[in-house]
């Protein structure tokens, strides 16, 4: 239910849980799967992610990104991709909502294809994928 959530309203309730019981509110934490969690895609997931978005929302979502999850998935792509990304990153001003927007579209898909079992978010470094 929380993956539901925009950031404001899972950062939110997550809090109000910590109040309560700060152990749950970290199981929950490590449990939800957020836009920085895309620094752990391969780059055969990310072909597989980029055949259900458009690469404008990847560029506009990565705006608010930080910098590890942008340098991460920038190094996975063609010096030409690159600069198209690149070109939407660091083009005209959006608003904020734009950006939020896109990176919601982004998630929806990465949580289908996460539950599918198409694409795997592996946050334990030591958990090898075969």
Request: no cysteine; proline share 2%; hydrophobic share 45%.
């Amino acid at each position: 239910m929380l993956q539901g959530l925009d950031l404001a309203a899972q950062q939110s309730l997550i809090a109000e849980i910590a109040r309560r019981d700060p152990e749950m509110a970290i199981k929950l934490k490590q449990s939800l799967i957020t836009f920085d969690d895309l620094k752990y895609l391969t780059v055969s997931m990310m072909k597989r992610l980029l055949q259900d978005i458009q690469l404008d929302d990847l560029g506009l979502a990565l705006r608010v990104a930080n910098n590890e999850v942008t340098d991460h998935l920038l190094d996975m792509f063609s010096s030409g991709m690159k600069r198209d990304i690149d070109d939407i990153l660091k083009g005209r001003p959006r608003p904020l909502t734009d950006v939020l927007e896109a990176q919601k579209k982004i998630m929806q898909v990465v949580l289908k294809l996460h539950e599918k079992g198409e694409i795997v978010l592996s946050k334990d470094k030591s958990e090898k994928l075969v």
